[in-house]
Nanobody, 119 residues
């Protein structure tokens, strides 16, 4: 299995930037795609961004396009989420997750890191 540890969350103000990190360990050779999800209190989990481990193709949720950038450093087994122009509605617990080629569900999840954006 793959173990994931997120870091970089915190309390920021509207318009600020923040960078989240997700370090993977264990059977990292099975990773096909890494993603960030978020969940705000009382809301369903929302897809934020994803990146293919090989090739680097990226995917973004509509609410973060143009503001967030996902990247990876394969040699460090780490994925980053650069978040710019943060808004109060970005407040949530952010989770890192990985999936294999098959099945398509994300199987490994981190513990989450809190991001709070004050107005």
């Amino acid at each position: 299995q793959v173990q994931l540890v997120e870091s970089g969350g915190g309390l920021v103000q509207t318009g600020d930037s923040l960078r989240l990190s997700c370090a993977a360990s264990g059977r990292t050779f099975i990773i096909f795609r890494m993603a960030w999800f978020r969940q705000a209190p009382g809301k369903e989990r929302e897809f934020v961004a994803a990146i293919n481990w090989s090739g680097g193709t990226t995917y973004y949720g509509n609410s973060v396009k143009g503001r967030f950038t996902i990247s990876r450093v394969n040699t460090e087994n780490t994925v980053y989420l650069q978040m710019n122009d943060l808004k109060p509605e970005d407040t949530a617990v952010y989770y890192c997750a990985t999936r294999r080629v098959s099945p398509s569900e994300y199987q490994s999840w981190g513990q989450g890191t809190q991001v709070t954006v004050s107005s």
